[in-house]
């Protein structure tokens, strides 16, 4: 960590850097409590998240994506398309390869843990903070969306 005694600016920065570091790993591990993940890994998460949001791909370009090795991948996506999260289909372009996606059931199954954290954040909000607090999360919030579009 870069330490900054002769300015306070920087100094003020890299306090509130680390604060918010440790505060977002906190309300993530909170999250997680709440969406209740059964028996999936981080990892098979990270893979499932992955295919949600960037849409179908191999098992070596998952592989690649998550820095593991094509047969430590393989592992993951047996277990998830054994739990039906995950389906293969050939690859029209090469037929030795297999093109995995997500299934419905998967789907469904994420919308009741978003659901599950939304639920918990709201009722957290409404009976622990005043409206002019939670007034003041939205301004922080806004903030927030301005750092991770940098």
């Known amino acids: ?14 306090a509130l850097a680390g604060a ?7 309300l993530k591990r909170r999250f997680r409590e709440q969406s209740q993940l059964g028996d999936l890994t981080m990892s098979q998460v990270s893979v499932l998240s992955r295919l949600e949001r960037e849409g179908p791909a191999t098992v070596t370009s998952l592989a690649k994506a998550e820095g593991m090795r094509p047969q430590s991948m393989s592992a993951n996506v047996a277990a998830l398309e054994a739990a039906g999260f995950v ?10 390869q297999t093109i995995l996606s997500v299934t419905p059931a998967f789907t469904e199954w994420i919308k009741a843990r978003r659901a599950a954290r939304q639920d918990w954040l709201m009722q957290a909000l409404q009976s622990h903070f005043t409206p002019a607090e939670q007034d003041e999360l939205a301004r922080a919030v806004l903030l927030l969306k301005r750092l991770t579009d940098l």
């Not at 918010?20 to 906190?26: A, E, K, N």
């Open 1 to 14: 960590m870069n330490e900054h005694p002769d300015d306070p600016d920087a100094a003020r920065a890299a």
């Open 87 to 96: 389906s293969g289909a050939p690859d029209p372009k090469d037929g030795r």
């Open 20 to 26: 918010l570091r440790d505060l977002i790993g906190v």
